[in-house]
Structure formats: structure tokens, C-alpha cells
């Protein structure tokens, strides 16, 4: 379950929360009890980001910049894809995912994109947004401007800057959904210590493989 607690349907008093709860789970359903949203996902984003109604309005605004965008829809998916597979949340890749399908991307290109770097079914700048991606997730936004020469290459600022923003915004995202374990970073950590065996003798490990 969420690290947070949810918020259930009686408590919720804001009208922007209560407008989505009933869009994305029905007006007769607690989300907080009765999970699962109509797009397939458990839906526990929305009633834990319901904690803070300032911050449940300012995520919401942040998704409306899509309305007006300038830039190609699928290039933008393919760097919030991208971004949440970099970050390891799997809920954001997965959404992504299934965006880039619904936008009529082939099924090759989605599957390589954990694999970019050595896959050839990428054009010339969806390589350098995939690179730029990496830049903004893992580098801290340090690019090479041999990446940022292609991007400015093909697109015009006003689309670099939005690109920029909401690869950002995801990679954001992404990472307060595996640090709160909402949706499907509901997961335990996966690097945890093996023991040794009761009974086993615990030896001088650096010893025994440097030969000693």
C-alpha cells in the first residue's frame, strides 16, 4: 500500500478532487476503498495527492499543458516514456507506454526503448530526445551540445523548452511515485542483503578470494 494515507471520499470537500474522483472511479465509488480507475491502474496517485488540495490542483494545471502544445504528441511520450523507465518507476513507464500505442506508435519502437541506445528503428531526433531524456534523468540536465545541436536541428525553441519541462515534470513524477510507492511502484525495495544460512560458517570473505 502507499506509504500516505488516502483520502476517502466523505473527507474530501475540494471540488477539483471530488471532480475527479468521480470521473476517474465513479460517483458512487470511495477510490480510497475500492480501487482501480478506468484506465487500469490501482489509482491510489489520486487519493494520496488528495492530502494536500494546493498540491492536487497544481499536478492537475500541470497535465493541461498538453492542450495547447506545440510539439509533435509523440515525441513527447516517447521522453516521458523514456524518463520513467530511466527513473525505474514503473507506473510511469507503463502509462507512457500505452500512450505512445494509443498515439498509433508501432509496438518495435515501444519495446526498444530500454534498449535505445543500440536500437535502429529510432529516427536521427528521436535518438537525441531519447539521449536528451538520459541528460535531464541522469546527468542533472548536463547535455552534450552534440545532442542539443540535433534537437535544435529539427525543432524550434518554444517546442525544446516544452520538451524540456515536460520530461522534467515526469522524471518528477516518477520519482515521488517509487519514494510515496503509489500505483505500480507499490513494490518493496529489490536490492536487500542476502543472509547466510543458519549454521553456516561466516568466513573472512577478502581473505578467501584474495588468496591469503
Given at each position: 500500500?502507499?506509504?500516505?494515507?488516502?483520502?476517502?471520499?466523505?473527507?474530501?470537500?475540494?471540488?477539483?478532487?471530488?471532480?475527479?474522483?468521480?470521473?476517474?472511479?465513479?460517483?458512487?465509488?470511495?477510490?480510497a476503498?475500492?480501487h482501480?480507475?478506468?484506465?487500469?491502474?490501482p489509482?491510489?496517485?489520486?487519493?494520496?495527492?488528495?492530502?494536500?488540495?494546493?498540491?492536487?490542483r497544481?499536478?492537475?494545471?500541470?497535465?493541461?499543458?498538453?492542450?495547447?502544445?506545440?510539439?509533435?504528441p509523440?515525441?513527447?511520450?516517447?521522453?516521458?516514456?523514456r524518463?520513467?523507465?530511466?527513473?525505474?518507476?514503473?507506473?510511469?513507464?507503463?502509462?507512457?507506454?500505452?500512450?505512445?500505442?494509443?498515439?498509433?506508435?508501432?509496438?518495435?519502437?515501444?519495446?526498444a526503448?530500454?534498449?535505445w541506445?543500440?536500437?535502429?528503428?529510432?529516427?536521427?531526433?528521436?535518438?537525441a530526445?531519447?539521449?536528451?531524456?538520459?541528460?535531464?534523468?541522469?546527468?542533472?540536465?548536463?547535455?552534450?551540445?552534440?545532442?542539443?545541436?540535433?534537437?535544435?536541428?529539427?525543432?524550434?525553441?518554444?517546442?525544446?523548452?516544452e520538451?524540456?519541462?515536460?520530461?522534467a515534470l515526469?522524471?518528477?513524477?516518477?520519482t515521488?511515485?517509487?519514494?510515496?510507492?503509489?500505483?505500480?511502484?507499490?513494490?518493496p525495495?529489490?536490492v536487500a542483503?542476502?543472509?547466510?544460512?543458519?549454521?553456516v560458517?561466516?568466513?573472512?570473505?577478502?581473505?578467501?578470494l584474495?588468496?591469503?
Amino acid at each position: 500500500m502507499p506509504r500516505l494515507r488516502e483520502v476517502p471520499r466523505a473527507e474530501v470537500t475540494d471540488e477539483r478532487i471530488l471532480f475527479y474522483y468521480d470521473r476517474l472511479f465513479g460517483p458512487d465509488r470511495d477510490p480510497a476503498v475500492d480501487h482501480g480507475t478506468v484506465h487500469a491502474t490501482p489509482g491510489d496517485w489520486w487519493t494520496v495527492f488528495a492530502q494536500s488540495p494546493e498540491v492536487f490542483r497544481h499536478a492537475v494545471r500541470g497535465f493541461a499543458v498538453y492542450r495547447n502544445s506545440r510539439l509533435d504528441p509523440l515525441l513527447r511520450e516517447l521522453g516521458q516514456c523514456r524518463a520513467g523507465y530511466a527513473r525505474g518507476s514503473q507506473f510511469v513507464f507503463s502509462q507512457h507506454c500505452k500512450q505512445m500505442r494509443s498515439l498509433g506508435a508501432p509496438e518495435e519502437k515501444i519495446a526498444a526503448i530500454p534498449s535505445w541506445q543500440i536500437s535502429d528503428c529510432f529516427s536521427e531526433l528521436e535518438r537525441a530526445i531519447l539521449a536528451y531524456t538520459d541528460c535531464l534523468v541522469h546527468d542533472g540536465g548536463r547535455v552534450p551540445d552534440e545532442v542539443f545541436a540535433v534537437l535544435r536541428a529539427h525543432l524550434s525553441d518554444p517546442e525544446i523548452l516544452e520538451l524540456t519541462y515536460i520530461t522534467a515534470l515526469y522524471d518528477m513524477h516518477a520519482t515521488m511515485c517509487r519514494a510515496l510507492r503509489l500505483e505500480f511502484d507499490d513494490r518493496p525495495e529489490p536490492v536487500a542483503e542476502v543472509r547466510i544460512p543458519e549454521g553456516v560458517e561466516v568466513r573472512d570473505l577478502s581473505a578467501d578470494l584474495s588468496g591469503e
